[in-house]
């Protein structure tokens, strides 16, 4: 089994900067891509952000220039440096990742249990 654990989120005020951090843990033979998903009241679950185990990353457009993903592979985590923040940003926050299991082979793709990001004055 593998956990992915977040922290890092609160409140914060327009403008303001906050960073994410999920680590991995528990059979984990190597993590594929790893990502930040997030979903506000009423909305679907949408991408923010990933990033391949190479460093290869996406961003959704209504994050460009102000997120950065990054990915530390010997530690199993993934950090979101969310910087210019806007009331819309506010959601709950997912960390993901395809995680190939050091048991079986196989690649499984694992949610962590989210962290409130609210943007308010």
């Known amino acids: 089994q593998v956990q992915l654990v977040e922290s890092g989120g609160g409140l914060v005020q327009p403008g303001g900067s906050l960073r994410l951090s999920c680590a991995a843990s528990?059979?984990?033979?190597?993590?594929?891509?790893m990502g930040w998903y997030r979903q506000a009241p009423g909305k679907q679950r949408e991408l923010v952000a990933d990033?391949?185990?190479?460093?290869?990353?996406n961003y959704a457009d209504s994050v460009k220039g102000r997120f950065t993903i990054s990915r530390d592979n010997a530690k199993n985590t993934v950090t979101l440096q969310m910087n210019s923040l806007k009331p819309d940003d506010t959601a709950v926050y997912y960390c993901?990742?395809?995680?190939?299991?050091?048991?079986?082979?196989?690649?499984?793709?694992?949610w962590g249990q989210g962290t409130q990001v609210t943007v308010s004055s």
């Open positions: 990033i391949t185990r190479g460093g290869t990353t």
């Open positions: 993901n990742a395809w995680v190939q299991s050091v048991v079986t082979g196989r690649r499984y793709n694992y």
């Open positions: 528990g059979s984990i033979f190597s993590i594929n891509a």
